[in-house]
């Protein structure tokens, strides 16, 4: 029987060279044949990537109690192609930028006034619809933007994404080490530049831990902290599709920072209120969600953690 490290490595390299393949593919087709091979794709993995579809079949359970297994069932195998369909869109746009256009924006007025205030703009987002697009419509309109993203595992394919990012004039913030990510940050925020945050994945040991449908899940705090100290606005923004090559960005007014006399009691009031707005975003449309296939809810707070003030959300 093959090992973990040997059955890493060949998820890893399987990963690699589905990468290689999408990219070189990309731009030979229509956009609606990207989507026809994006199902097919997403209907293979959800019937052969069992530990995934285990995970978002669980997630999906933990989050809607209510819903009988059919319509679980149904959702899980719709997330499996929205993921699939969205990376070959990604490449796509990213060989016809010019298709960028078709992405139209509501609340772009949001963004102009935050940015006239000159103290930068934090865009809170989730991993919901197909995200990437977001921060290469902004780029493409001439907003300078940053993404924060976590450094892959694979660090091939890590510095191969950063290059397709770079190549569509997004720049990219790595969350570690975390003392440069956080200088990296505040320098990014005082030159008035856009850097967008997502903050619906498990953040181990660090962060505050909130209900997120209904469980407590380990929660970052990056966007209250670093408006906190910069003064920066903080937009919550997400994207959805509205057909073929066609999504929608909503920009919404600024997020009203509730103050507390408790510097950490603020971090979890405001914790609390982001995800769940977040929250209200998934439910509107659960399939777009690309969270269920990642173990949000994987760590739990310690019995240490449990009786530190201020960390875990009790109600």
Known sequence: MMDKTKRKFFRRRFGWLSLKLFTTLRGRRHLKWDYLLGSIVGKLGYIFALRHRRIASASLGMAFPNWDNKKRRGVCKKC??????????????????????????????????????????????????????????????????????????????????HNLRTNAKVKTILSYPRKECVNQTLRVLRNNEIVIIQMDQNFGTGGVWVKFFNRLAATPVGPIVFSLRTGAVILPMYIRREGLGRHCIKIFSPFNMEIKDDKD??????????????????????????????????????????????????D
């Open 80 to 161: 499996f192609i929205f993921i699939a369909q969205s990376s070959l869109e990604v490449f796509y746009f990213l060989n016809y930028p010019k298709a960028l256009e078709n992405i139209r924006i509501e609340g772009e007025n949001y963004l102009k006034e935050a940015l006239s205030l000159g103290k930068g703009v934090i865009g809170l987002t989730a991993h919901l619809g197909n995200f990437p697009l977001m921060s290469m419509k902004l780029a493409y309109l001439g907003y300078v933007v940053n993404v924060m993203a976590r450094p892959m595992r694979d660090e091939k394919v890590g510095d191969y994404l």
């Open 265 to 314: 009691e603020t971090i979890l009031v405001n914790a609390i209120r982001i995800t769940k707005l977040i929250e209200n975003w998934i439910v509107g449309a659960p399939w777009e969600w690309g969270g269920w296939i990642h173990r949000r809810w994987k760590s739990e707070p310690s019995s240490k953690v449990e009786t530190m003030k201020l960390k875990v959300q009790k």
